[in-house]
C-alpha cells in the first residue's frame, strides 16, 4: 500500500500534535527528567509518523501515543538495565479504539484530590508510588482513559487495572492524609457514607 504523504501530514497535525502536552506530563512522570521527557515525547513522534499508515483516521489517537511511548519507556529502561528483549510495535501499531462502557464503581481522584489541592505535596505523593500504581493513576486519574483503554496501553487485564488502580488511590490516601488534615480536607467518602446511614430523611 502506497503512502500518501499530505494525508499522513494532514492526520499527523490534527490527530497526533494536540496530544503533545498530555505526552509530556505522563513521559516526565515515568522519567523525572525533563530533558529524557522531552527526548521521549519527540521519539514518540518519530515512530508515530513512522507508523502513521498503522493509526486508524479518527480512532483514539491519544491511547495509541501513550503505549507507543510507554512501549518506547520500557525499551529504553531495558536497554540501560542490559536487558535484550524489546517490546515489539505490533504491540501498538494495529491499536484500534473499541467501545468501553466506563466503570462507575469508583471515585475518580480528581473529584477527591486533585481537584482541591494540586500542590507539590500530591505531585511528590504520586511520583512515590511504585511505577506501576503511578502509571494506572497517571492514565485514569488524570488523562481520563477507560479501563479498556488503560488495559490496551500498559499490556494487563482490566481485572489488574482496577486491582491496580484501588491500591494506588489507596496508598496515594494514606500518604497525603496528614497533608489534608492540615488543610482541613476531610474523605468524601467516609462522608456519603455517613449520610447514607444517617435518618435525616
Not at 42 to 64: H, L, P, S, V
Not at 157 to 167: D, E, K, M, Y
Amino acid at each position: 500500500m502506497s503512502s500518501n504523504p499530505e494525508r499522513n501530514n494532514r492526520i499527523f497535525e490534527d490527530e497526533l500534535l494536540p496530544h503533545a502536552n498530555a505526552l509530556k506530563t505522563f513521559a516526565f512522570h515515568l522519567t523525572y527528567n525533563d530533558e529524557d521527557a522531552n527526548d521521549l515525547v519527540q521519539e514518540t513522534y518519530m515512530k508515530a509518523y513512522r507508523f502513521i499508515d498503522k493509526y486508524i483516521e479518527g480512532t483514539n489517537a491519544k491511547a495509541w501515543l501513550f503505549k507507543i511511548l510507554k512501549n518506547g519507556y520500557i525499551n529504553e529502561y531495558r536497554k540501560k538495565a542490559k536487558q535484550p528483549n524489546r517490546v515489539d510495535f505490533e504491540d501498538f501499531i494495529n491499536y484500534h479504539n473499541t467501545e468501553d462502557d466506563r466503570v462507575t464503581g469508583y471515585n475518580d481522584l480528581r473529584e477527591e484530590i486533585f481537584q482541591n489541592m494540586m500542590g507539590d505535596e500530591v505531585t511528590l505523593a504520586v511520583n512515590a508510588l511504585p511505577i506501576d500504581f503511578r502509571t494506572v493513576i497517571l492514565l485514569c486519574d488524570v488523562e481520563g482513559f477507560t479501563y479498556e483503554e488503560i488495559s490496551k496501553i500498559i499490556d494487563v487485564p482490566i481485572g489488574t487495572v482496577r486491582s491496580r488502580l484501588f491500591r494506588a488511590r489507596n496508598m496515594l490516601k494514606e500518604k497525603l492524609e496528614n497533608y489534608a488534615i492540615e488543610r482541613g480536607f476531610k474523605d468524601k467518602r467516609g462522608d456519603k457514607a455517613g449520610k447514607e446511614s444517617s435518618t435525616d430523611k
